[in-house]
């Protein structure tokens, strides 16, 4: 599919998991891709595979994000998709008990100012352009509550869903969509790693997917290509649940 034929695509987080993905697939849909990240050998990296363009940001810092687009838009005149992806879930962002404001703050920063940032800054090129797709990533735990708590983790994607449902609605009759994508658990090597460690820990979350697995990031990004694209033309402020049925299941097969 060319869904994306020529389209400008700037993915943050684009260095790794979902967001490297979704920039392989944008690619292969016909995108020029824009690879942002913080990790400079990562973001290097996956701009080469895909034939993009790397620029190192941090999405937390305002300045970084005007410039990002900038460049998006100076190297291929306009920006037609703005992919916010970036996101972190750092160990020290735990139970509400145990969670210091630093830890709390930095997630904050990271996964939600970062949001504000990006849409604040690409919504002008859109609304000249008359026409743009946002996709925040948020997560099913924006819609569900979890007794393994991330408590700063989850009040940030919650807030990227809200974040994206007003703007959804704001801008419609000009042309742009913004939709979030709530990924359930993907199959990341970090996860992998947590549960060769704790078998237990593993069963306990697997057993609420009725599809009886974790999600690869191929399969979240399949579901960003189609929402980025004119084949989602009449879906804007969704959230998008890509979960193997987590959020709708009660007893789950075994
Ligand atoms: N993996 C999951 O199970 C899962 C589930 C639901 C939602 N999500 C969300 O999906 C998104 C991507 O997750 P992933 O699993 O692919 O993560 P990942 O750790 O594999 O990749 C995230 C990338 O973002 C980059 N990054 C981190 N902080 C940054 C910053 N300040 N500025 C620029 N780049 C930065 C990292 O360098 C990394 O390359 C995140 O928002 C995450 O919260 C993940």
Request: aromatic share 8%.
């Amino acid at each position: 599919m060319q869904r994306l034929q020529d389209r400008v695509a700037v993915i943050t987080g684009a260095g790794s998991g979902i967001g490297l993905a979704t920039a392989r697939r944008f690619a292969q849909e016909g995108a020029k891709v824009v690879v942002v990240d913080l990790d400079e050998v990562a973001g290097t990296k996956a701009a080469d595979e895909v034939g993009g363009l790397y620029v190192k940001a941090d999405v937390s810092v305002e300045d970084d994000v005007v410039r990002m687009f900038q460049t998006a838009h100076d190297a291929f005149g306009s920006v037609d998709i703005a992919f916010n992806n970036a996101g972190i879930s750092p160990p020290e962002d735990d139970s509400i008990l145990t969670t210091g404001i630093d830890a709390w703050r930095k997630v904050q920063e990271v996964n939600l100012t970062s949001v504000y940032y990006c849409c604040k800054h690409v919504i002008p090129y859109m609304r000249r352009q008359g026409k743009g797709s946002i996709v925040n990533t948020a997560s099913f735990v924006a819609v569900m509550g979890s007794a393994t708590s991330q408590i700063s983790y989850t009040a940030s994607k919650g807030g990227v869903l809200a974040m994206t449902r007003e703007l959804g609605v704001q801008f419609a009759r000009e042309g742009i969509r913004v939709n979030a994508v709530c990924p359930g658990p993907v199959d990341t090597p970090l996860l992998r790693e947590l549960f060769a460690k704790d078998p237990e820990r593993a069963q306990r979350r697997l057993v609420h997917i009725p599809i009886g697995r974790f999600a690869r990031a191929e399969e979240i990004a399949a579901a960003v290509a189609f929402l980025a694209s004119d084949d989602a033309s009449f879906i804007t402020a969704a959230e998008f649940l890509v979960d193997g049925g987590i959020s709708s299941a009660y007893v789950t097969p075994l």
